[in-house]
Every structure is written in structure tokens, then in C-alpha cells.
């Protein structure tokens, strides 16, 4: 009897220390273990690269074909800047005014080296400004999880085990400044003293240095640590140092920001012309021109592209403009009166853009610019005069 008492003991006690174990808080080695994730699928993110036209601003993937010369915005707006667009039509020689964006954009190649893939699919789902200095931005598509991973498995990306810092972040600080990191990159949060936060003022190669605020969660110390000894062509431990400062130096939150304040409307006359040369033209019409001007495409926004439907938005001309835009279903709807807001459609995507900047809510309306910055409050306070009287030519 006593040993049957003795062996229940036994199994109860090991059972309390099973139980016990499993209630700990993980190791540090667990903690660094990524999750388990599903790993993605290389041939269906190769599907979804083309569906997205992933080239038309990034260029080929390693090792895949260049897009087509028409699907090529990025290849077509710097040969028209530097003089080399072939063939070369009269008109050309004023659209070279008239390009300032899509100029520098980031490349694709090697992605699989430098980038974890938990954030990649974060980023394809909730974009954020991740390079402060170039006034364009990652577009919001309509990108779930499961095709984010997928793009992930075609990039080569996998998510890498946790490392450690090797680094004193003390020393790095100061390695960090006299080697002027901050002279390209912006470090959010951080501790900068002395350093202007001039935004678009850089020469062009400095444009496309991300915000170090993003390290953290963008790349693995070793990873950086690697890419700093390919880029200086030399192993130094004062890189190590570096990593070990932007991984850990103390960041501040930043302040909220606001929607800039909503102009009254204008009490001159506002017609047409003007609001099209200043801005449908200026900045909507690449994206929202006529199909027959440009070989059949009249851009993302209105026969469609990165992965949207068309909806048919032509801002080439007073009367495209008042024939308004698809709904799902195929269904034309006016942009210039009030939609189910109550806001024209017209003025609603503005208004969305500068929320999506601000705050960064988000909804199923892009707001537009789509990837650039959002219009003055000058601007959309044209905008709205013109649709207030009535929108006329």
C-alpha cells in the first residue's frame, strides 16, 4: 500500500513540474525562435508580381525579364529626364519640365539578403513612409497575407533565425556621426542634435536612404552588419558598434499629426482650365489620361493596373471628367456631385490622401495622388470651388 501512495506521488509531482514548465515565460532562445509561418509559394508570388506590375516602378525581380517599354513608368520617366527617350517626339522636349517623380526607386535585387520576411508582408499590407526624402511612397494595393507571403517566396525572402548584438552601441553612437550616416539617412525618434531635417532638398542619390527607425523590424543585426562590410569593402567593428547603436539607441514616439485645415471655398471664378492645368495635368493625368493618346492605355486609374480594375477615370478633358468613373459592377457614377458621403467623389480621395498620411487610416477608397504626397489645401480648396459652382468648362 505504501508504495502504491509512494509511486501516485511520484507521478503527481512530476506532473506539477510538467505543468510548471509549460507556465514559464519562454527562454531567450525561444523568444528569438521566429513563428511558425507558412512559408509562402514562389509560383503563385511570381503571378501575383505580374498582377501587381511590381516592375513597372521596381524594375525586374532578379533574374526575370524587363517589362515592356509601356509598362516601364520608372525606365520611361528617367530616359525622358535624361534625354535619351527613343523615339524622341517633339513634344518630349516639354515633358522633361514637367518629370519629378518616379525617378529614383528602390531596387528589388538581393532582396532575399537584407530584408525579413514578417516585415515585407507587414509592409505590402500597411505601407509606410519608409524613405523620407523621396516624395513618392509605397501605393496601397489591395495585397492580403496570404498573397503578401507568396510575394515573399518569389522575392526569396525567409525569415531568418533571432541574432544578437556584437556591438557597443556607445562607441557606435560616435562612429554613427563622424562617419555622417545622418548626412543620408533620417533616424525618427532618435536623438539628432545639430542635423537638418530638410526632406526633399537631396541630391538624388540620398533620396531612396530609408529611415533607420525601421531597422528594427526590417533587417537581422548580421544581416546589416554584412551589408555595411560589402558597401565600405572592408570589415570593420566599428559597423558592428554602428548595428548595435541603430538596433538599441533610445527612439520617442512621434507626435500625432493632423489632416492640414480645410480651406473656405474660393468666392472668384473658377473654371475648367485652370483647375486642369494646375493639377489634373500637372499630377492626375498620367494616371488618369486618354487611352487613345497613349496606346491603349490610360493608366492605372482608368483602364487599370497594379492589380485594380479600371474604373475609367479620364481627366484628359472637361467632358471625360463629367462621364465619372466604374463602380464593381461596371456602373458609371459622377465624380463632381455628392456620392453616398456626400462629398463628390472628386474631393473625397484628396481628402482620404491627406488622412492617409496623417493618421494613416485606411479604408477601401485610395486616396489620391495614389503613392505620391497629398495636394496643398490650395489646391483641393480649388478643387472644391470649382465643384461647389457646379464644375464648369
Sequence with gaps: MKASWWLFGLLALTALLVLRKLSLPPSTAQRERPLATPRGN???????????????????????TAPEPSRDCAGCHRSIHDGTFRPWPAAAH????RIHHFLQVPSLH???????????????????????YLQETMPR?????????????????????????????????????SQRCHDCHAFSGAEMPGVERDLFERPASRKLAPDLAFTRQRWQPDALERWLTRANHVHSA?????????FSAPLTSPAPRSAPRRLTILEREVRFAEVSARIFRKTCWHCHSNPEYAIGDGGPGNT??????????????????????L??????????????????????????????????????LRGMPLALPALAPEDIQLVETWLAQGAPD
Design 42 to 64: 514562389a509560383e503563385r508570388g511570381a503571378a501575383l508580381f505580374a498582377r501587381y506590375e511590381c516592375a513597372r516602378c521596381h524594375g525586374p525581380s532578379d533574374g526575370a
Design 94 to 97: 516639354g515633358w522633361q519640365d
Design 110 to 132: 538581393e532582396l532575399n539578403q537584407r530584408l525579413r520576411r514578417d516585415w515585407f508582408v507587414n509592409y505590402l499590407q500597411r505601407p509606410v513612409d519608409l524613405r523620407p
Design 141 to 177: 494595393l489591395a495585397i492580403d497575407a496570404e498573397q503578401a507571403l507568396d510575394l515573399a517566396a518569389y522575392l526569396g525572402l525567409d525569415e531568418a533565425p533571432g541574432a544578437t548584438l556584437h556591438g557597443n552601441p556607445v562607441p557606435g553612437r560616435e562612429a554613427f556621426f
Design 238 to 246: 566599428a559597423h558592428r558598434d554602428v548595428v548595435a547603436y541603430i
Design 304 to 325: 487599370g493596373g497594379f492589380g485594380f480594375a479600371g474604373k475609367g477615370v479620364d481627366l484628359s478633358d472637361h467632358p471625360a471628367v463629367l462621364s465619372g468613373y
Design 327 to 364: 463602380d464593381a459592377n461596371g456602373e458609371r457614377h459622377s465624380l463632381i456631385t455628392g456620392g453616398p458621403s456626400g462629398v463628390p467623389r472628386l474631393l473625397e480621395v484628396l481628402l482620404t490622401r491627406q488622412i492617409e498620411e496623417t493618421s494613416g487610416a485606411s479604408s477601401a
